[in-house]
């Protein structure tokens, strides 16, 4: 192998690793900071690079503009509460400006490469990287010793005791677990099926066919909020004819595989991942999907009791003990209740221009991104503004 191939591929290697980081937020145990934030640090230093030398774009300026809206309606909300916290401030504001400023510190390394920042080679990138994550969290899931390995490096918030009581019955992921899971791999799965059926020849189409199907199951066993995304990815398909029917003849060879599955004995850890990843397809009642569906819709039946509440919020975000406040996790309420519906708009606002100047001139696209982020919103507080600031920073964005 030829020293520029074996640099090649070291610099590959380098943006992977950085773009795991910056994906997963990864925090290790006994460091004090999440290690996106030497990213976040450079990201700044080139940030401040482009504003001595005129080069801020509209995208940004509009951007800080309603990050800064926000920041003032909830500081007006906790004015008039008299109390509250700054939980909303931490997780809503001050995560999008580091990962807003962590986008230039990926792009910046692109650069120093001499790796052209596309939507091809950035889309490529990352679907490897959220294969990679669920493959080492579902070996971790098969294989104690290596669970225990990874987790006794990555710190993901839990105590290790609430780590093993999930482990015992589901897949846990290393940095996003969950909900969190699932809008990664949701997201993915729409970005991984609109250039599929856009690219222009067939070299790389079938390593990316594999890494959607990857996602799609191995993201299932990791979250069932990844259907949404798998659901939502359906419509790019009908854009193509020759691509539905590739997916149509892979879905019957899918069904068939699955019928054959279904009659082999299963190790019970392997039977009772399936069963919480697919288990509501064919026995709903008696799935795990039945009672997260009954907890969310009692998460329905709290609502702001006062008009100040509705408009501005009580400027809490989280109760004493760390929980939700109010005892509600769907996303769309915990917003009103911390800013108001006057937070909510500014919050929505946000994302819907991100999506929009993210993929401009793909519509279809564009559509399909925000309706997920509507619908991943009724469940939980869903933040997609990771990805879109990557896809924000690329050049001529109507061009590739």
Known sequence: MSFYLLQRKLYTFILFLLLFVYSF????????????????????MVFLERIHKGKIKKDFFNFFLILIAMTILYMISYLINLNGEFYFLKEIVLLSLTYFLSAFSIKFFFELFDVEYNFEILTKLLAFVVSFQLLISLVGYIQPAIFNFIFSIIDIGLEESTIGDFNAGRMVGVGASFFGSGIINSFMLIIIMYYINNMENNEGRFKLIFYFIFIAIVGMVSSRTTIIGLILSIPFLFTKLANLKFFIYLFFIFLLGWTVFSFVKLDNRISDLMNFGFGFLYDYNNSQASGSLSTLQEMYEVYPDNFKTWILGDALYKNEFGGYYKNTDVGYLRIIFASGIVGLIAYICMHVYLIHRAFVGRWLLICITTILFFVLNFKGVANLYAFLFLYLLIPNRKLN
Do not use: A, E, M, N
């Open 25 to 44: 937020f990864l925090k290790i145990k006994y460091f004090p900071y999440f290690v996106i934030l030497p990213l976040s640090l450079i990201g700044c």
